[in-house]
């Protein structure tokens, strides 16, 4: 059974960072592509970051310049370093693998104040 646990969100102002960490398992980690989704209130999950198990990144319109995906294969981990939040970014942040199994963790609230 795949299981994702997110960490590392919070409160932050405008302008800040926050790191957001994923632990998967049940899964050939190293050979996923994995990605970062969000989803604000009243609006669909979105798909912010991927990163290929080469390490190949891809980016939203919105968080590109700004986040920045990466990936620990040892540790089965996936990361999310966001810079220069804005309230937009205001969401619920899972990792799920792209694209999505259908075992979601319990994501992380980032809330990025004015």
């Known amino acids: 059974q795949v299981q994702l646990v997110e960490s590392g969100g919070g409160l932050v102002q405008a302008g800040g960072s926050l790191r957001l960490s994923c632990a998967a398992s049940?899964?050939?980690?190293?050979?996923?592509?994995m990605g970062w989704y969000r989803q604000a209130p009243g609006k669909k999950r979105e798909l912010v970051a991927s990163?290929?198990?080469?390490?190949?990144?891809n980016y939203a319109d919105s968080v590109k310049g700004r986040f920045t995906i990466s990936r620990d294969n040892v540790k089965n981990t996936v990361y999310l370093q966001m810079n220069s939040l804005k309230p937009d970014d205001t969401a619920v942040y899972y990792c799920?693998?792209?694209?999505?199994?259908?075992?979601w963790g319990q994501g992380t609230q980032v809330t990025v104040s004015s």
């Open positions: 799920n693998t792209v694209p999505f199994n259908r075992d």
């Open positions: 990163i290929s198990s080469g390490g190949i990144t």
């Open positions: 049940g899964i050939i980690f190293s050979i996923k592509v």
